[in-house]
């Protein structure tokens, strides 16, 4: 079965500290796919960054950094130099490959609270 | 309008209501999903539709009717609800759900925030 961990229920941090945020899955699948959502206090869902299992490069999108390392099935997240408006609900997702069904499975969120 | 619009964007009802979700998107897609967003639990997928056909109904109680007349538009028709379907209803769509190893990436709206009494 698919499963994705998200660890850190909540985490504080002070502007400009850089904060990871974990994500940890299992699948049995060989071709996947792993998202990762934000969620501010407007309730909607904001797209980061996809990525599929047969890239394990690392991605830097501004402040934003992503590390996926298949040996240990994690897919972490790094906020550079945080700010107040990073303040959210961040989302870990998992897509299956050989049984695609457009399922998402999300991991239980991680609460990031920035601030000044 | 760009993006996945939902309206309501907030709904009180009683247990004895009948009331509608309307989602709607702008981006050319022919898959749509339901994701129920509870208190302290992570987002579940109920629905999906591909092309306007439903592909998946993740054990939703049939007092949660979907339905999608068309690729842009999607509905949750809700009836005698009970207060622990109080929760955030997201709707999400993507280019289509893929019948070999790739995923579309899904764009969600900005949800319904619904509250049984």
């Known amino acids: 079965a698919q499963k994705v961990t998200q660890a850190q229920t909540e985490i504080s941090v002070v502007e400009k500290e850089d904060v990871t945020l974990d994500c940890v899955y299992e699948t049995r699948d060989t071709t996947y796919y792993l998202f990762w959502y934000k969620q501010p206090p407007s309730g909607e869902l904001v797209f980061l960054i996809r990525r599929n299992s047969f890239d394990e490069q690392n991605e830097i999108s501004g402040r934003y950094s992503w590390n996926f390392q298949k040996s240990t099935s994690s897919f972490n997240f790094t906020i550079t130099a945080s700010q107040v408006v990073d303040s959210a609900v961040y989302f870990c997702?998992?897509?299956?490959?050989?049984?695609?069904?457009?399922?998402?499975?999300f991991g239980q969120g991680t609460t990031l609270q920035v601030k000044p | 309008e760009t993006g996945v619009t939902q309206t309501p964007r907030h709904l009180v009802m009683g247990m004895t209501n009948k009331k509608s979700l309307k989602c709607e998107q702008h981006?050319?897609?022919?898959?749509m999903y339901w994701y129920k967003q509870s208190a302290k639990k992570p987002l579940e997928l109920m629905f999906v539709y591909n092309f306007k056909e439903q592909t998946e109904n993740n054990s939703v109680p049939s007092r949660f009717s979907p339905e999608c007349p068309n690729s842009s538009h999607l509905f949750l028709h809700l009836h005698t609800l009970q207060p622990e379907d109080s929760a955030l209803y997201l709707c999400?769509?993507?280019?289509?759900?893929?019948?070999?190893?790739?995923?579309?990436?899904?764009?969600f709206g900005p949800g319904t925030r619904l509250t049984v009494l």
């Open positions: 981006l050319g897609h022919n898959a």
């Open positions: 999400a769509s993507s280019l289509q759900v893929t019948t070999d190893t790739s995923t579309d990436t899904q764009y």
């Open positions: 997702a998992l897509s299956g490959g050989s049984s695609n069904t457009g399922k998402l499975i």
